[in-house]
């Protein structure tokens, strides 16, 4: 213990960390200039940001990136579709859709003749997966739903290897079970 | 070596400037991809992720280029100071989430939030705040009391 004591003692003044070396926390907080600082930082980024970014603030009030931050100009083709689009799409057999959710879960329940690309993997082996999905006609990316981002994050991938008439279904697989829609399991396939 | 040691110092100074310029001109060319990033944490919802891509990334870099050029240095080393530990907490508690994310915190040249985030994020936050709490002010155009 007294080692233990010694070897902090010494650890200390070796770093210099003495008493008359540092400034109080007390001190810190009580200084005017210190928070003068800290107004001047934060009113100069809230000036800047707003200045710099004012085409995109205008453009999300206008409703813009509600669904997710994906910029029109950027991704064209790229759009959001609700249940009953996506429902029409597999009914008139007019897209391919496209599983972003984990092999498990792939396994465990999905949409009849979807292709399962989980998104980790999709990263990983991108040129082999992406082989696998066809060019035409347009493709219904899904996830779980609610709050999931693989099928978003799927799509941005697709986007840049050259995929275009890419659809978001971002009410996903909870929605399309909810809805009492068909559905097929691995071992039904 | 000392605090009152003033290359060590300036070496920090320049040190945390620097990783918070840069992390904050990754953001600034691109909003919306940093504006996803927060988005995918699941922590806030739409209109408090676009804010915070708004202004975290010119918060950074007011905060790195004062901290440099030594316009209170004080002040910009208790922003980075709270910025830091906000971030070590966000970090642990997507990663207690089991949510696997990129950290978004270089812009394009971010890597997973994990466990050596946080190391990394924590050898900023002792450069800064040995920083916050030195008196030596090298550097300075708007000289600090001590």
């Known amino acids: 213990m007294k080692l233990l004591k010694c070897f902090a003692r010494d650890l200390k003044n070796t770093a210099g960390f003495l008493p008359e070396n540092l400034m109080s926390l007390k001190k810190i907080f009580v200084e005017s200039d210190t928070w003068q600082g800290v107004a001047f930082i934060l009113a100069l980024a809230l000036i800047l940001g707003t200045v710099s970014n004012l085409g995109l603030i205008k453009r999300f009030i206008a409703g813009e990136f509600n669904q997710a931050f994906i910029s029109k100009d950027q991704f064209p083709g790229l759009v959001f579709i609700s249940l009953e689009e996506a429902g029409d799409l597999w009914f008139t057999q007019k897209a391919v859709f496209i599983d972003s959710r984990s092999g498990y879960e792939y396994r465990r329940g999905h949409i009849p003749g979807a292709i399962s690309i989980p998104l980790e993997e999709a990263k990983e082996k991108k040129g082999e997966l992406l082989a696998i999905i066809p060019r035409e006609p347009s493709l219904v990316l899904y996830c779980e739903g609610g709050d999931c981002l693989s099928s978003l994050n799927l799509a941005r991938i697709l986007h840049e290897s050259g995929f275009g008439n890419l659809r978001i279904f971002s009410g996903g697989w909870k929605e399309w079970t909810a809805a009492g829609l068909p559905v097929a399991k691995e071992s039904e396939e | 070596m000392s605090l009152k040691s003033k290359p060590i110092l300036i070496v920090f100074r320049l040190i945390v400037g620097g990783v918070f310029i840069w992390a904050a001109v990754t953001k600034i060319a691109d909003p919306l991809s940093f504006a ?103 550097f300075c155009l708007l000289k600090r009391k001590s």
């Open chain 2, 36 to 138: 996803q990033d927060v988005k995918n944490y699941r922590l806030v919802g739409q209109t408090l992720s676009f804010l915070t891509a708004i202004f975290l990334p010119w918060l950074e870099l007011i905060a790195g280029v004062s901290l440099i050029i030594g316009v209170f240095p004080r002040s910009s080393a208790l922003v980075i100071s709270g910025l830091l530990v906000f971030f070590i907490v966000l970090i642990t508690v997507t990663m207690i989430r089991g949510i696997d994310v990129n950290c978004g915190c270089f812009g394009t040249f971010s890597r997973k939030a994990d466990f050596l985030l946080i190391l990394e994020d924590s050898i900023w936050l002792l450069m800064s705040l040995i920083l916050l709490f030195s008196r030596e002010n090298d």
